[in-house]
């Protein structure tokens, strides 16, 4: 894997701007000072970084930039907490660069990384120095003698300021804090103007040659910056004088060489009520009683155990009980008194139940009669005006807790039908788990999958399915980490839980129901566990950061993460393969691969506990093929860091995360050709092109279109892709763009997921590679049109896939002399449209394979070609 430093890892389509800027570098080589100062500075907003400027005599100072920042701090919830305040650059005595700096006015915590140049940091740490005080404008001294660091700041509170201190000699251990005079804490931080707005920040004098690395990287970024923004609203200025392109590619079908049989597969997170509400067919909300406040931290004051329920008639009462649960797990019930038969509990569903006429639905329930003669439940499906659209009845209620099945037709097709549950009896009732599902679920399981968003998921033909998420399955602090047991047993056993995101898990849809979906669709089934720590964007526990799981209790960490193998895998005979059994499939669900971690912050803490969980995997389970994490990021410290972890280890696939404009994937579309072969595997579990607004249309589609040609060019390397996220319920929608969206009635796939469909449904698992040869070599032309040809073994076809990403049709002869063609006809898909499309569909017809001879590809198309063959010399 090359090294992911701005200098180390640069696209030969920048080469240009590099000779422009060593050419100026030379040109002026002889009136370059030796050395010069640099001023660091921030300005202490939210997401904002280390700033510099230079100065020949501390006077004029010349910023660089202005806005371009070379670390940033990762510390704190998401965006608007993530702040580098009153940073102090310096030289160490290792010969690093250093930064300290502080991270918000309540926090007892400094943070720290190093640099060799400036340009590329190591990892940040935040030691913990103070509880229940803050830590401000922190300084450093160096004692040569002890080999010493002093680290000494201020605290204050509403009424004083104290001064404060600790030591270290490596920025990993220190000692305990002590109280000093003020007076001997001394700020060494200038104030100077740049740019017309003072500043503050520590002043170095440096090597002329540091000066001009942190100009050139600032140059390039800038560069880089320009060009990936470029969008098809200026292909009208950009292409003006463009004549229709004529393309040869000839292909060479003696290199062709194996590439990932698993290539495009699918992801799935519980996000935009994507599970409950979602592609779990439960129909009623909050059935269990279990919303608490804490799910949404407080923000909808009437998130709690009543949420969607309301009482109708005045001649019964409810309250929230938990005495004598049916489950420790739900400890939550309606206990109900009723002094009159007529009153109804009410149940809203997910925005409404919706209902097709004719069709069966499943109803259940807990119930228990504490009080009063033994009576019935009436259950109705209702309309807002009380029309009745199908009803039932329960068998009488006991007094001990016990689960109640019933069934109901339904009369009319309803959007938005309310669940009435009517107690034929006076007295007091106690409910809980109050359920009811369509019988039409995916593959006629019992409490199963909505079938029209689960085909629609199968329908991508994937060759894997990654869950329960990414944020999800890490959690928002250690103890929202998604722990897989608690999903899987009888629904009533279960252990509901908050949803990262911001709402609330049934676990309904629990391990194994997502195994179960897997084998229905045909996928490989990865569950990504955390690697001992939360999200790094956690807003619980050391403000996010990574506390980790205690070290004392990894090892029982690591042993639920081999219980999980067992339970995929193991014989019936075994504690979790036997668990799995009595679900209903004796039979090992053969999981092979294993994703530990998810977009960490590659601190000391995660290489500690992620070391630990791959080395028992590697002991215990060597034919599971763990996939380890690189950060959020195509580059920057996690990106290297993680994968300086994965190969030091033999970790055999990393999972890298990157969301780009469409214009970063139209340059770097040779991303992957560098990439060392040795090393280990790529898994690009989540990608999207994001234009302004986050539309999904024709734009962002073909230019994942272009790039996917790029991976299946580089199919050996890259193993696993999943565009992400993957589902989106109308009017709960926190993330955009999405594979598909959704509503109770509806669902509707995107341009993007007709892309991902193409791919999905016309993969191959060899690459045939070809030279292409253009009537116009504009870079900008070239990098727009792009060809992926692969070798179906199974079916024994071709698959030619064709992208043309500009305002005119270009001309495409693809010679397949060599191709071994056992049909004189093809299967044409085109998908085609103006950009901003967002409800483009492929058309698909038979044309001659001779017309690849002459080709036309519209403008802003991506056209598909299946032909049978009767071979292929490999």
Request: proline residues 6%; charged residues 20%; glycine residues 8%.
């Given at each position: 894997m090359k090294n992911s430093c701005l200098f180390q890892k640069q696209k030969k389509h920048f080469l240009g701007l590099l000779l422009f800027v060593c050419f100026s570098a030379f040109s002026t080589f002889a009136n370059n000072p030796n050395e010069a100062y640099i001023f660091s500075y921030t300005s202490g907003k939210s997401f904002d970084g280390l700033h510099f400027a230079w100065s020949i005599d501390k006077i004029n100072w010349h910023p660089i930039g202005p806005e371009y920042h070379y670390i940033h701090s990762d510390y704190g919830r998401w965006g608007s907490e993530k702040r580098m305040v009153s940073p102090i650059l310096f030289l160490g005595a290792d010969g690093l660069w250093h930064c300290i700096w502080s991270l918000n006015e309540k926090d007892g915590t400094f943070a720290h990384a190093s640099s060799q140049d400036l340009l590329y940091w190591g990892r940040q740490s935040y030691p913990v120095v103070m509880i229940n005080k803050n830590c401000l404008t922190p300084e450093v001294t160096y004692n040569k003698e002890k080999g010493e660091y002093t680290i000494s700041w201020l605290s204050k509170d509403q009424t004083e300021t104290k001064a404060w201190c600790t030591t270290t000699k490596d920025f990993k251990k220190y000692s305990e804090t002590k109280n000093i005079p003020v007076t001997e804490y001394k700020n060494s931080r200038s104030t100077i103007l740049i740019a017309g707005k003072q500043e503050t920040g520590s002043i170095n004098k440096v090597a002329w040659s540091i000066v001009d690395g942190l100009i050139k990287t600032q140059q390039l970024s800038a560069y880089k910056t320009q060009l990936w923004a470029e969008t098809t609203k200026t292909d009208t200025e950009r292409f003006a004088d463009l004549k229709p392109v004529e393309a040869k590619f000839t292909l060479d079908v003696t290199k062709s060489k194996k590439i990932s049989n698993t290539l495009l597969g699918i992801f799935f997170e519980d996000i935009n009520y994507a599970a409950d509400g979602g592609l779990y067919a439960e129909l009623v909300q909050n059935r269990d009683f279990e919303y608490t406040i804490s799910d949404t931290k407080g923000r909808d004051v009437t998130w709690n155990s009543t949420k969607a329920w309301s009482l109708k008639g005045e001649t019964a009462s409810y309250t929230i009980d938990s005495i004598n649960p049916i489950h420790p797990n739900n400890k939550h019930y309606a206990k109900l008194a009723i002094k009159k038969t007529g009153a109804a509990l009410v149940n809203e569903g997910f925005d409404g139940i919706a209902v097709k006429a004719g069709e069966k639905y499943d109803f259940s329930i807990f119930a228990r009669a504490t009080h009063g003669k033994a009576g019935k439940l009436l259950i109705r499906l209702v309309g807002k005006n009380g029309e009745i659209y199908g009803e039932t009845t329960t068998q009488s209620i006991t007094t001990n807790w016990k689960k109640y099945n019933a069934a109901l037709t339904v009369k009319t097709t309803m959007a938005d039908a309310g669940l009435e549950i009517i107690p034929q009896m006076t007295g007091t009732l106690d409910l809980d788990l109050i359920s009811l599902f369509p019988q039409k679920t995916f593959k006629g399981h019992k409490s199963?999958?909505?079938?029209?968003?689960?085909?629609?998921?199968?329908?991508?033909?994937?060759?894997?399915?990654?869950?329960?998420?990414?944020?999800?399955?890490?959690?928002?602090?250690?103890?929202?980490?998604?722990?897989?047991?608690?999903?899987?047993?009888?629904?009533?056993?279960?252990?509901?839980?908050?949803?990262?995101?911001?709402?609330?898990?049934?676990?309904?849809?629990?391990?194994?129901?997502?195994?179960?979906?897997?084998?229905?669709?045909?996928?490989?089934?990865?569950?990504?566990?955390?690697?001992?720590?939360?999200?790094?964007?956690?807003?619980?526990?050391?403000?996010?950061?990574?506390?980790?799981?205690?070290?004392?209790?990894?090892?029982?960490?690591?042993?639920?993460?081999?219980?999980?193998?067992?339970?995929?895998?193991?014989?019936?005979?075994?504690?979790?393969?036997?668990?799995?059994?009595?679900?209903?499939?004796?039979?090992?669900?053969?999981?092979?691969?294993?994703?530990?971690?998810?977009?960490?912050?590659?601190?000391?803490?995660?290489?500690?506990?992620?070391?630990?969980?791959?080395?028992?995997?590697?002991?215990?389970?060597?034919?599971?093929?763990?996939?380890?994490?690189?950060?959020?990021?195509?580059?920057?410290?996690?990106?290297?860091?993680?994968?300086?972890?994965?190969?030091?280890?033999?970790?055999?696939?990393?999972?890298?995360?990157?969301?780009?404009?469409?214009?970063?994937?139209?340059?770097?579309?040779?991303?992957?050709?560098?990439?060392?072969?040795?090393?280990?595997?790529?898994?690009?579990?989540?990608?999207?092109?994001?234009?302004?607004?986050?539309?999904?249309?024709?734009?962002?589609?073909?230019?994942?279109?272009?790039?996917?040609?790029?991976?299946?060019?580089?199919?050996?390397?890259?193993?696993?892709?999943?565009?992400?996220?993957?589902?989106?319920?109308?009017?709960?929608?926190?993330?955009?763009?999405?594979?598909?969206?959704?509503?109770?009635?509806?669902?509707?796939?995107?341009?993007?997921?007709?892309?991902?469909?193409?791919?999905?449904?016309?993969?191959?698992?060899?690459?045939?590679?070809?030279?292409?040869?253009?009537?116009?070599?504009?870079?900008?032309?070239?990098?727009?049109?792009?060809?992926?040809?692969?070798?179906?073994?199974?079916?024994?076809?071709?698959?030619?896939?064709?992208?043309?990403?500009?305002?005119?049709?270009?001309?495409?002869?693809?010679?397949?002399?060599?191709?071994?063609?056992?049909?004189?006809?093809?299967?044409?898909?085109?998908?085609?449209?103006?950009?901003?499309?967002?409800?483009?569909?492929?058309?698909?017809?038979?044309?001659?394979?001779?017309?690849?001879?002459?080709?036309?590809?519209?403008?802003?198309?991506?056209?598909?070609?299946?032909?049978?063959?009767?071979?292929?010399?490999?």
């Open positions: 199963g999958l909505r079938a029209d968003l689960a085909q629609t998921l199968a329908d991508l033909k994937p060759k894997f399915m990654r869950f329960p998420g990414g944020c999800v399955a890490h959690g928002d602090g250690i103890g929202n980490i998604y722990n897989w047991k608690n999903t899987i047993g009888p629904l009533e056993a279960r252990k509901p839980m908050r949803n990262l995101w911001g709402y609330h898990q049934t676990v309904g849809l629990g391990y194994f129901e997502y195994f179960q979906f897997c084998e229905d669709a045909g996928a490989e089934p990865l569950p990504v566990i955390a690697a001992g720590v939360p999200c790094q964007n956690s807003s619980t526990g050391s403000a996010g950061q990574q506390g980790g799981v205690p070290m004392c209790d990894m090892e029982n960490y690591v042993q639920d993460i081999l219980d999980l193998v067992e339970y995929a895998n193991g014989d019936a005979t075994t504690k979790w393969g036997g668990k799995r059994a009595e679900a209903g499939h004796p039979k090992p669900f053969n999981l092979k691969y294993v994703g530990i971690g998810n977009e960490d912050l590659i601190t000391d803490i995660f290489e500690e506990r992620f070391t630990m969980i791959f080395k028992a995997m590697k002991e215990k389970h060597p034919e599971i093929t763990v996939i380890g994490t690189v950060g959020p990021s195509f580059e920057g410290t996690d990106y290297q860091e993680g994968w300086d972890i994965a190969s030091k280890l033999g970790v055999p696939m990393v999972d890298e995360h990157y969301y780009q404009s469409p214009g970063w994937f139209i340059y770097n579309q040779d991303y992957y050709d560098q990439y060392d072969r040795s090393k280990p595997k790529v898994y690009l579990g989540e990608y999207a092109a994001h234009l302004p607004g986050k539309p999904n249309n024709i734009e962002t589609a073909l230019a994942e279109a272009l790039y996917l040609t790029s991976l299946e060019r580089n199919g050996d390397v890259v193993s696993m892709t999943s565009y992400a996220p993957l589902l989106a319920k109308d009017k709960h929608t926190q993330w955009n763009p999405n594979l598909i969206y959704f509503s109770n009635t509806e669902v509707r796939p995107t341009v993007g997921y007709e892309v991902q469909k193409l791919y999905g449904q016309n993969a191959g698992d060899y690459y045939i590679p070809s030279e292409i040869n253009l009537s116009n070599n504009q870079e900008n032309v070239k990098t727009r049109i792009a060809m992926s040809v692969v070798k179906d073994t199974k079916s024994n076809d071709i698959i030619v896939k064709l992208v043309n990403l500009l305002p005119v049709a270009v001309t495409a002869s693809v010679d397949l002399k060599n191709g071994n063609l056992g049909s004189n006809e093809a299967i044409k898909t085109v998908l085609k449209g103006d950009p901003s499309d967002k409800k483009a569909k492929p058309i698909v017809s038979t044309s001659p394979v001779s017309e690849l001879m002459n080709a036309e590809l519209p403008a802003y198309s991506f056209t598909v070609y299946r032909i049978k063959t009767i071979g292929l010399n490999k």
